[in-house]
């Protein structure tokens, strides 16, 4: 039986801001990836995440991001590899802190938006972030797209490596992210989507935006939680693959 995890950025929120679907999304996942207060997220939205995942089951994994909080992480930036170490191991203790307070053990790190696109073709970015997430905890399963600098930088680190895919995003034809900024960047057909990623999951391929069809891994895969209808895509999701034969668990639970 195929086996694969279901993960989603949440704990996104700041302040009296509120942003996501969280309290719903987290049934249907077995992993969430949660804002560190750099690009979203505060204490008290951390606090509040991390409750939600021990209530719902769901693993808790670091979503660290730039210090961008007014452009969501979103914005490329440029800093020292030294100072990505030290925000990345900052951010990554915080969610830790956080998660055992509630009697929970931190599962794996993602990096977000700009700093998760950059890190897949910067080799010098990725070490620093691997080395970063090892310098913590060599346990921690790192999370990035297949065959990407990052996955590279995770395995010269010695870090357990969980190959991503996305449900609601094209790809290039090199299995990059087709950028926000294009149209055909999202997939907002449910059907369209839900026969990708289970190709993705017994096939390991899909289809790229120009036609050709790219070998790809799927240990985990990201459905956003941030519009009104991914609570909707992301049962529908769940049950399409367990209808098929995959079941859903948390990624430490097969890697």
Request: with cysteine.
């Amino acid at each position: 039986m195929a086996v694969v995890d279901l993960n989603s950025d949440i704990g996104e929120s700041f302040g009296a801001y509120r942003i996501g679907m969280d309290d719903e999304i987290v049934k249907y996942v077995s992993s969430a990836n949660i804002a560190c207060g750099f690009h979203a997220g505060d204490p008290v939205v951390m606090e509040r995440t991390v409750g939600l995942c021990e209530k719902n089951g769901a693993a808790v994994g670091a979503h660290p991001g730039f210090p961008d909080l007014m452009g969501f992480g979103r914005r490329n930036m440029d800093i020292s590899l030294s100072d990505i170490k030290s925000y990345i191991i900052y951010q990554i203790g915080a969610l830790k802190a956080f998660a055992e307070s509630h009697g929970m053990k931190l599962q794996h790190v993602k990096a977000h938006g700009a700093l998760y696109n950059m890190a897949a073709a910067d080799e010098k970015l990725a070490d620093a972030i691997a080395q970063a997430i090892a310098s913590v905890d060599k346990n921690l399963i790192c999370v990035a797209m297949a065959n990407t600098a990052m996955q590279k930088a995770a395995e010269k680190a010695g870090l357990k490596f969980a190959c991503e895919v996305f449900a609601d995003r094209n790809v290039n034809p090199d299995g990059t992210l087709v950028s926000r900024k294009l149209p055909n960047a999202m997939i907002h057909d449910e059907d369209l989507a839900c026969r990708r990623v289970l190709r993705m999951v017994k096939e390991g391929m899909v289809e790229a935006v120009d036609g050709s069809h790219i070998k790809v891994r799927a240990d985990t895969i990201c459905v956003h939680g941030d519009n009104p209808q991914a609570v909707e895509f992301a049962l529908r999701l769940r049950k399409v693959l367990e209808e098929n034969g995959v079941k859903i668990a948390p990624m430490a639970s097969f890697l």
